[in-house]
């Protein structure tokens, strides 16, 4: 089994501000909460967390410090996950299910390669 990161870019983090009924909300995260419990159940999920809107870029060796990772919301990276497939296919039809989707959003899946040092 390879690992493999899921990017949640834009959807759900770009319309937090947006939420007006906590009972839509919550049957959202619901959705979140089943897809990922079904990963995990077939062993596919090995970690992963929401991230916060705040944060920092740090650039030409911390001589140039500014907020915000993203120039626009649809680039924010609201989350990510850690799931193991048996290749790039298999991971690319694992995002599919992924409920960010309702709300305009997007998974990068990214391979995770070894580091042997």
Known sequence: MKEFM??????DARRLQEQ???????QHMMKWKAW?????????????QPLTMNGKV???SGK??????????????GGYLLIKAADLDEAVAI???????????????????????
Request: hydrophobic content about 35%; charged content about 25%; proline content about 5%.
């Open 95 to 117: 995002s599919k299910g992924c409920p960010i989707f309702e709300h305009d959003g997007f998974v990068e899946v990214r391979e995770i390669t070894q580091l042997n040092m």
């Open 64 to 77: 140039q410090i500014t907020d915000g990772p993203f120039a626009e919301g649809k680039e924010v990276v």
């Open 36 to 48: 990922m419990e079904s990963l995990g159940k077939k062993g596919q999920l090995a970690g992963g």
């Open 6 to 11: 899921f990017l949640f870019r834009g959807g």
């Open 20 to 26: 007006k009924s906590p009972e839509a909300w919550q």
């Open 58 to 60: 740090v650039r030409e």
